[in-house]
């Protein structure tokens, strides 16, 4: 499936798999959503890609532990993302951080779990560079702020800064150099898509956006953010 879009000389172009029939889901499931940004040239511009997590409610006589069902607990998230890659183990571990299950509230009751997974610029003029965002923020509008029933479609959008060319190459002699390209990609971020940081202290920089969930991510104490590490990736 898949839907384009056009500003200022460039077409966005999506496309996403169908989720699985209802009877075959199960309790999550995920599906990626990638995307290419192309010039009149059909030159790419821009490529990225979301990974979106869904909680399918399952009945009572779906499984056999009564317990799970209608219940989004946190810890089979965990267990089913750390079976799919690290990067969506990282979300989830990021998620039961932030967003701990308290007095029967998760974010899966209000949407999906959506992490911007990846994302790469080669826009070649300011103006490309600015309609580039534009399209970006009109592809998350669309896909996931939609409302569905009460709720937008997407709970929490998460973001992790990282740096590509700075993948697996960290070194005590280059951190400051990685932390200030780093530095600048979360105002980058905090500008350009309206992103918050999670936690002032955390070492991973994770960053949301607010879509309206009643559910809002706890403060960490200083200590206890330095448990929770990660690593998606993310390039301006």
Known sequence: MG??????????????ARWPATAK????????????IQDGEQRAVATGTFVEWEFNFPPENWV???????????????????????????????????WPYKDDDSPFNFGNVVM???????????SHSAAVWVLINRLIS???????????????????P??????????????AAFERRRAAMIRHYRSRLGAQLLDDYSPDR?????????????KLRRKGARKNRSAAHIIA
């Not at 317990?67 to 990021?94: I, K, T």
């Not at 996931?144 to 973001?159: C, V």
Request: charge should be neutral; charged fraction near 35%; hydrophobic fraction near 35%.
């Open 64 to 98: 056999e532990d009564n317990s799970r069902a209608g219940v989004p607990l946190m810890h089979w998230f965990v267990e089913c993302a750390d079976g799919w890659n690290q990067g969506s183990y990282e979300a989830a571990e990021c998620v039961r951080t932030f």
């Open 3 to 16: 839907w384009s879009s056009e500003h200022e000389g460039l077409r966005l172009l999506v496309e996403y």
């Open 206 to 218: 994770w960053m949301w956006i607010d879509t309206g969930c009643p559910i809002k991510p706890r």
């Open 116 to 126: 911007f997974d990846r994302l790469e610029i080669d826009a070649k003029t300011k």
């Open 142 to 160: 669309r896909q996931f702020l939609e409302r569905r029933r009460k709720y937008n479609r997407a709970a929490i959008i998460l973001i992790k």
């Open 25 to 36: 889901r199960e309790e999550y499931e995920h599906r990626n959503l990638s995307f290419t």
């Open 162 to 175: 990282f740096p590509l060319e700075y993948e697996g190459k960290v070194t005590k002699e280059n951190r």
